[in-house]
Nanobody, 125 residues
Framework: EVQLVESGGGLVQAGGSLRLSCVAS??????IGWFRQAPGKEREGVACASSDGSKYYLDSVEDRFTISSDNGKNTVYLQMNNVKREDSAVYYCATTPGIRCGSSLLRGAHAMEYWGKGTLVTVSS
């Protein structure tokens, strides 16, 4: 079993920056995705990173968000720059055994076995 804990959410003005963190209980041969869910909307994949160095982004965030990892801290980060109001959501990190980072992971929220409890990001105008 994998435990995931997100942190770093908060209130930020449009155009500002925020860094989210996801600490995992285990960090071997991983692929971890960041997902978000806004009220009344489906959960969507935002970015993912694998232990093999692969990274993948949702098109709408690719030039603004950066995913990175610190293996020594079992942590995956999501640096959010130039945030927009539509980025407001609860952000979750998730993983499942055997998955690789890519478009299938970002589209596969339903297939992710382990989830954190989420961290709320609110972007004000």
């Amino acid at each position: 079993e994998v435990q995931l804990v997100e942190s770093g959410g908060g209130l930020v003005q449009a155009g500002g920056s925020l860094r989210l963190s996801c600490v995992a209980s285990t960090f071997d041969d991983y692929a971890i995705g960041w997902f978000r869910q806004a009220p009344g909307k489906e959960r969507e994949g935002v970015a993912c990173a694998s232990s093999d160095g692969s990274k993948y982004y949702l098109d709408s965030v690719e030039d603004r968000f950066t995913i990175s990892s610190d293996n020594g801290k079992n942590t995956v980060y999501l640096q959010m720059n130039n945030v927009k109001r539509e980025d407001s959501a609860v952000y979750y990190c998730a993983t499942t055994p055997g998955i690789r980072c890519g478009s299938s992971l970002l589209r596969g929220a339903h297939a992710m076995e382990y989830w954190g409890k989420g961290t709320l990001v609110t972007v004000s105008s």
